[in-house]
């Protein structure tokens, strides 16, 4: 089997085709850019990017944020995000951005209160169970960042306010979780478990089966009679709601679905998040849901000179001997670890295009810093349209 | 002053390790090289991992594990040439949800109508807080077994491989996670007895951080939760450290773009390199870039020393962390203290 070498001066030709991020920020049809990626690979600071380049480039432009750091909300001039969307301010150009965070209970609050009559809404607001399903469930995070999703553009289409809903993604145990998360609640609310919680609510004690019955003991053992009360009560207030929670979940996921909706899948050139991403990408194409492309964040500064890691190691090494301490033994060391890395992401970028050759993809070179103000985010984003800067 | 009595004390009092950090940091890379360093001198040390990506596997190149406590390691050889054993364990809700139910309830059919039902799959990922019961309980088990659990292997210290710091508070925190809900019952109880363990000088947090302004920043707030909700933290372990390859003299000079372009020059052609200003010039735009990423670090290590925790610091491996890796990472924790 011959190996193909690669080298530093070949990290960037890898087979996969380039991700041309002004021509997807420019087609009008696009309206809504999905950011996804696995933990720690600046998924919030390329959807923050990318909206703040499309803006500028003349959309309008929201960006929903799930979890941003502090300094990114500072940097785009707004001391603390909300679930409302607030204007950014110094926009160049004829577009506009506003950004906003999105509020877990806050949604869900308004989806219970927006669905129900105010007397039902208060008993699902009170009620113990509902509290701890809306603030801390693991999954409604992703749930209600698609009932945004969804509200939002409800809203854009009906007073033309924007052109563009660029959207950031929870940070899962697992970059699926986005897309799973919802059905995942939507099958339970339709499963079979609820309607045992709902037998003794909806009629006497003595027709339930004996399955149910074992059932409910069992559940009760375990999680003990007061949180079982407490779920059968939501459960019970919350019977109305079912069907549209799953009705706009699906309208969601269709909106995804459609040629209208892109997927930038945001990775580092590290194996997990490569593996994740690689899933993901794998995941969208089976789901039918539209990938533009992928993001490699936080790649080494692509080197221009032929000098081999194994070279610059070995002259360092003599150098430290004939002349210890010296600036140039230094640099070299430097140089060949560089190198190294080079060669190991280029490698790892590789492998992904082997397996999946047509997804288009650019690399962004790591910065030193992270982004303090609308500049730093403008350099990502020229750096993201493949102009190095 | 803090971290001096920590230091003096050492960690060898400690039988739960639990290692958090920002996503991206590496703490499942420092988690495998704790539990190694650990694992010298004959002692047996038990990997958990809760987030179900088979990290572990991966890590040390072994089949995806099951939930079953499965032998993967020799642990890091001490001068005596002493080594222990590493076990890992990938614990899932619902497994530890139908063993949890085995071991007390004795729910024979119940607990199989139980599954048919869609209840242990809404227990483990709908339910409030209870998938995190049912994670931490069996690492508490494990923890805690030489008196109940007599067959099973008894472990010197367990190393857990935790969610990331943004959700760590919440995920050991069982008891507030359940509050409200679940005021009385079995669960409850369970949470309670976890919570025990958690809190006692027998356990610690470590956080692993990146000298970068939001994994730091993110420490110093998972410190601070974590002190609020009454959780011992640990050390806080500085991940994938740039190498310290110029002194500081050459870093200013660097920095001011003063570097000695002649002298660089003479000294490469002496060690044979071919010297063109390509070459040159790239070495020493090299050496710039290195000396702002270095000045950004420090500013970022003096916060972290600010933390007032013991410290602990390891290299980035240029060619990425194999098993090799894994060892030489677990020696560097030893060297400096963790793991002793």
Same mark, same amino acid.
């Given at each position: 089997?011959?190996r193909?070498?690669?080298?530093?001066?070949?990290?960037?030709?890898?087979?996969?085709?380039?991700?041309?991020?002004?021509?997807?920020?420019?087609?009008?049809?696009?309206?809504?850019?999905?950011?996804?990626?696995?933990?720690?690979?600046?998924?919030?600071?390329?959807?923050?990017?990318?909206?703040?380049?499309?803006?500028?480039?003349g959309? #309008?432009?929201?960006?929903?944020?799930?979890? /941003? *750091? !502090?300094?990114? %909300?500072?940097? +785009?001039?707004?001391?603390?995000?909300?679930?409302t969307?607030r204007p950014?301010?110094?926009?160049?150009?004829?577009?506009?951005?506003?950004?906003?965070?999105?509020?877990?209970?806050?949604?869900?609050?308004?989806?219970?209160?927006?669905?129900?009559?105010?007397?039902?809404?208060?008993?699902?607001?009170?009620?113990?169970?509902?509290?701890?399903?809306?603030?801390?469930?693991?999954?409604?995070?992703?749930?209600?960042?698609?009932?945004?999703?969804?509200?939002?553009?409800?809203?854009?289409?009906?007073?033309?306010?924007?052109?563009?809903?660029?959207?950031?993604?929870?940070?899962?145990?697992?970059?699926?979780d986005?897309?799973?998360?919802?059905?995942?609640?939507?099958?339970?609310?339709?499963? #079979?478990?609820?309607?045992?919680?709902?037998? /003794? *609510? !909806?009629?006497? %004690?003595?027709? +339930?089966?004996?399955?149910?019955?074992?059932?409910?003991n069992?559940?009760?053992?375990?999680?003990?009679?007061?949180?079982?009360?407490?779920?059968?009560?939501?459960?019970?207030?919350?019977?109305?709601?079912?069907?549209?929670?799953?009705?706009?979940?699906?309208?969601?996921?269709?909106?995804?679905?459609?040629?209208?909706?892109?997927?930038?899948?945001?990775?580092?050139?590290?194996?997990?998040?490569?593996?994740?991403?690689?899933?993901?990408?794998?995941?969208?194409?089976?789901?039918?849901?539209?990938?533009?492309?992928?993001?490699?964040?936080?790649?080494?500064?692509?080197?221009?000179?032929?000098?081999s890691?194994?070279?610059?190691?070995?002259?360092?090494?003599?150098?430290?001997?004939?002349?210890?301490?010296?600036?140039?033994?230094?640099?070299?060391?430097?140089?060949?670890?560089?190198?190294?890395?080079?060669?190991?992401?280029?490698?790892?970028?590789?492998?992904?295009?082997?397996?999946?050759?047509?997804?288009?993809?650019?690399?962004?070179?790591?910065?030193?810093?992270?982004?303090?103000?609308?500049?730093?985010?403008?350099?990502?984003?020229?750096?993201?349209?493949?102009?190095?800067? | 002053?803090?971290?001096?009595?920590?230091?003096?004390?050492?960690?060898?009092?400690?039988?739960?390790?639990?290692?958090?950090?920002?996503?991206?940091?590496?703490?499942?890379?420092?988690?495998?090289?704790?539990?190694?360093?650990?694992?010298?001198?004959?002692r047996?040390?038990l990997?958990?991992?809760?987030?179900?990506?088979?990290?572990?596997?991966?890590?040390?190149?072994?089949?995806?594990?099951?939930y079953?406590?499965?032998?993967?390691a020799?642990?890091?050889?001490?001068?005596?040439?002493?080594?222990?054993?590493?076990?890992?364990?990938?614990?899932?809700?619902?497994?530890?949800?139908?063993?949890?139910?085995?071991?007390?309830?004795?729910?024979?059919?119940?607990?199989?109508?139980?599954?048919?039902?869609?209840?242990?799959?809404?227990?483990?990922?709908?339910?409030?807080?209870?998938?995190?019961?049912?994670?931490?309980?069996?690492?508490?088990?494990?923890?805690?077994?030489?008196?109940?659990?007599?067959?099973?292997?008894?472990?010197?210290?367990?190393?857990?491989?935790?969610?990331?710091?943004?959700?760590?508070?919440?995920?050991?925190?069982?008891?507030?996670e359940?509050?409200?809900?679940?005021?009385?019952?079995?669960?409850?109880?369970?949470?309670?007895?976890?919570?025990?363990?958690?809190?006692?000088?027998?356990?610690?947090?470590?956080?692993?951080?990146?000298?970068?302004?939001?994994?730091?920043?993110?420490?110093?707030?998972?410190?601070?939760?974590?002190?609020?909700?009454?959780?011992?933290?640990?050390?806080?372990?500085?991940?994938?450290?740039?190498?310290?390859?110029?002194?500081?003299?050459?870093?200013?000079?660097?920095?001011?773009?003063?570097?000695?372009?002649?002298?660089?020059?003479?000294?490469?052609?002496?060690?044979?390199?071919?010297?063109?200003?390509?070459?040159?010039?790239?070495?020493?735009?090299?050496?710039?870039?290195?000396?702002?990423?270095?000045?950004?670090?420090?500013?970022?290590?003096?916060?972290?020393r600010?933390?007032?925790?013991?410290?602990?610091?390891?290299?980035?491996?240029?060619?990425?962390?194999?098993?090799?890796?894994?060892?030489?990472?677990?020696?560097?924790?030893?060297?400096?203290?963790?793991?002793?």
């Amino acid at each position: 089997m011959s190996r193909t070498r690669i080298g530093p001066l070949a990290s960037d030709a890898v087979t996969a085709p380039r991700l041309d991020v002004d021509a997807l920020l420019a087609d009008r049809s696009v309206g809504i850019v999905v950011c996804c990626g696995s933990g720690g690979v600046g998924k919030t600071t390329t959807a923050a990017a990318l909206a703040l380049r499309a803006a500028e480039q003349g959309r #309008r432009v929201v960006v929903l944020t799930i979890d /941003p *750091a !502090r300094r990114l %909300a500072q940097a +785009m001039g707004i001391e603390k995000l909300d679930n409302t969307p607030r204007p950014v301010p110094d926009i160049a150009g004829g577009g506009s951005l506003d950004a906003m965070m999105l509020d877990m209970k806050r949604t869900f609050d308004e989806v219970v209160t927006s669905q129900a009559s105010p007397e039902k809404a208060r008993q699902i607001l009170e009620n113990p169970f509902y509290i701890a399903l809306s603030s801390s469930f693991a999954g409604t995070q992703e749930y209600m960042a698609m009932e945004k999703l969804g509200q939002i553009h409800r809203k854009a289409r009906q007073e033309h306010s924007y052109d563009l809903i660029v959207v950031d993604t929870p940070p899962s145990r697992s970059a699926l979780d986005f897309l799973d998360a919802p059905e995942r609640l939507s099958s339970f609310l339709d499963g #079979r478990f609820i309607r045992i919680l709902m037998a /003794p *609510a !909806r009629g006497p %004690a003595r027709l +339930m089966t004996a399955g149910v019955s074992m059932i409910t003991n069992a559940l009760m053992k375990i999680i003990g009679a007061q949180v079982l009360r407490d779920m059968q009560i939501f459960v019970t207030a919350f019977d109305t709601l079912f069907g549209g929670f799953r009705a706009r979940a699906e309208k969601t996921f269709a909106l995804l679905q459609d040629d209208a909706t892109a997927f930038v899948v945001v990775a580092a050139p590290e194996e997990d998040a490569l593996r994740e991403a690689a899933y993901f990408v794998e995941r969208l194409s089976e789901d039918g849901m539209p990938l533009a492309g992928l993001v490699v964040n936080r790649a080494s500064p692509p080197i221009g000179h032929e000098l081999s890691a194994e070279e610059a190691g070995a002259a360092s090494e003599r150098l430290e001997r004939s002349k210890p301490g010296s600036i140039a033994a230094g640099l070299l060391r430097l140089y060949a670890d560089r190198t190294r890395m080079l060669t190991r992401e280029g490698r790892l970028r590789a492998r992904f295009a082997a397996a999946h050759p047509t997804v288009p993809t650019v690399v962004v070179r790591a910065l030193p810093t992270d982004v303090h103000d609308l500049e730093g985010l403008r350099e990502i984003g020229a750096l993201l349209a493949g102009q190095q800067g | 002053m803090e971290s001096d009595e920590a230091r003096r004390a050492g960690w060898s009092g400690i039988r739960l390790h639990i290692v958090t950090g920002k996503g991206g940091t590496g703490k499942s890379t420092v988690a495998a090289a704790l539990a190694l360093a650990l694992a010298s001198s004959g002692r047996h040390v038990l990997l958990c991992e809760v987030e179900g990506r088979q990290g572990i596997a991966r890590m040390f190149d072994v089949d995806p594990l099951p939930y079953a406590e499965t032998r993967i390691a020799r642990g890091l050889a001490d001068q005596a040439g002493g080594a222990g054993t590493v076990h890992a364990l990938h614990i899932d809700a619902e497994s530890a949800l139908l063993e949890y139910l085995s071991m007390y309830y004795k729910l024979g059919r119940a607990g199989r109508a139980l599954d048919r039902f869609g209840v242990v799959e809404f227990a483990t990922t709908i339910a409030p807080g209870v998938r995190d019961v049912l994670l931490t309980g069996k690492v508490y088990e494990a923890v805690q077994r030489n008196s109940r659990n007599r067959a099973a292997v008894t472990y010197d210290a367990v190393v857990l491989d935790a969610p990331p710091t943004g959700r760590i508070t919440q995920f050991l925190n069982v008891n507030s996670e359940l509050a409200g809900l679940a005021k009385v019952g079995p669960i409850k109880g369970q949470a309670d007895t976890v919570m025990t363990l958690f809190r006692s000088p027998r356990t610690v947090v470590h956080l692993v951080t990146l000298l970068e302004e939001m994994p730091v920043q993110e420490t110093a707030d998972g410190i601070t939760e974590l002190r609020a909700a009454d959780l011992p933290v640990g050390s806080v372990i500085v991940n994938l450290v740039r190498p310290r390859d110029l002194d500081a003299d050459a870093l200013d000079a660097a920095c001011r773009g003063e570097l000695d372009r002649g002298a660089i020059a003479a000294d490469l052609t002496s060690a044979g390199v071919e010297v063109n200003d390509e070459l040159l010039e790239e070495l020493v735009e090299q050496g710039r870039e290195h000396a702002e990423r270095r000045g950004l670090e420090e500013e970022q290590h003096e916060l972290v020393r600010r933390l007032g925790r013991p410290t602990y610091q390891l290299p980035l491996l240029a060619g990425g962390v194999d098993l090799g890796g894994l060892y030489e990472l677990a020696e560097t924790l030893k060297e400096q203290g963790l793991g002793r």
